[in-house]
């Protein structure tokens, strides 16, 4: 089965080609560019770049995959979570072309893509032998923990309170006065620091006062006093960005700070479910140092650990195409809703099969 897939939950115009989930073709416009001058994405800017790119985007990943649109099966298109002005544009691109082409159109929720990415690759995806599934669930404004007894099975066990890891690498960069956006921008900076150089709170490990959440303090995260214990260490310390080398040690012990937080969770996951294999995905889990503390906690625990290839670790649409892909294989039918939907939730898929 031929799948076109279209992303534009955020600021990266995508589309993609995918045969039997084996991807044959990504393309992906970041707007980051755009969007650096502001700190953060805005969304008006973002619709009105998505309007301008999708149609010359989806013809070059029809060209790359050697494919035209009268060869494709189906469509999948990303409905949620995510900006509403951007989400619109690839939902109507993908609903006119559903109905200009009279093919099948499936709505995928964005953190599913994240999860199944982890399973792509040039051959079909293969996912026997995968699960019971722990997911560090670290894709833009969200940071979860999410436990799959089976595909299309997730129970989130844990998630953070307040900001996400993404949100607290943009923010710490912004304080540290390195750009946007601070994933990428931190971890060059902090080659060749001292992780151990600053000891920033890691969130939630201190037990005390009430607890209002239905999920276990233990594997739930916390970054908002993160960002503010840095905030007071450059207040009070402004000589440690004026000085290379204990610059590189404070950006390296804030970006410690973020993956020790993530990666203690995901231990404390993997005593408490029997899982067959871990994985971590989402714009985060491209963090080189994140990868390297994951690796590390396989080799301890002996549980396998899945990756997305860097290149799926980001928003793209090989990863919609593909949970697109997937769910059809599995025997579930397409979701279609009326509309897209901001906050849309991760569920379950539904218990009756086509």
């Not at 007894?149 to 890891?165: F, R, Y």
């Not at 607290?168 to 060749?192: N, S, W």
């Not at 404390?268 to 029997?274: D, N």
């Amino acid at each position: 089965m031929i799948l076109l897939g279209i992303e534009t939950s955020c600021d990266e115009t995508a589309a993609a080609v995918t045969v039997d989930g084996a991807v044959r073709a990504n393309i992906v416009y970041s707007q980051i560019s755009k969007h650096a001058p502001y700190g953060g994405v805005v969304p008006e800017i973002a619709s009105r770049d998505h309007v301008r790119k999708l149609p010359g985007i989806i013809e070059q990943a029809l060209r790359e995959a050697d494919c035209t649109f009268r060869q494709i099966d189906g469509l999948a298109v990303t409905y949620g979570p995510g900006l509403a002005s951007s989400l619109l544009i690839g939902w109507s691109a993908a609903r006119a072309l559903s109905q200009r082409l009279h093919i099948p159109l499936s709505g995928v929720h964005h953190h599913e893509g994240h999860i199944y990415s982890v399973f792509l690759g040039e051959e079909p995806p293969v996912l026997e032998g995968a699960f019971p599934m722990l997911v560090l669930l670290v894709s833009g404004g969200d940071t979860k923990l999410v436990y799959m007894k089976a595909p299309g099975c997730c129970e989130i066990v844990g998630q953070t309170i307040d900001d996400a890891a993404g949100e607290a690498l943009d923010k710490g960069a912004m304080l540290l006065g390195l750009g946007y956006p601070g994933g990428p921008v931190i971890q060059k900076t902090a080659e060749g620091g001292t992780p151990q150089a600053v000891r920033f709170p890691r969130g939630l490990d201190r037990a005390g006062g009430d607890w209002k959440f239905a999920f276990d303090r233990k594997l739930c995260f916390s970054f908002s006093g993160l960002k503010t214990a840095l905030l007071y260490y450059v207040q009070k310390h402004p000589e440690a960005l004026a000085d290379e080398n204990t610059k590189r040690d404070l950006v390296a012990s804030y970006q410690e700070a973020v993956v020790d937080a993530l990666t203690t969770r995901v231990e404390r996951a993997l005593k408490k479910y029997s899982c067959a294999s871990f994985a971590c995905a989402g714009g985060v889990s491209l963090n080189k140092v994140l990868r390297e503390k994951l690796g590390k906690l396989s080799e301890t625990t002996g549980v396998p650990l899945r990756l997305s290839s860097p290149k799926l670790c980001t928003d793209n649409a090989a990863m919609i195409a593909g949970a697109a892909s997937i769910r059809l294989a599995h025997g579930y039918p397409p979701v279609l809703p009326e509309d897209v939907n901001p906050n849309l939730a991760l569920e379950n898929w539904p218990v009756e099969k086509a």
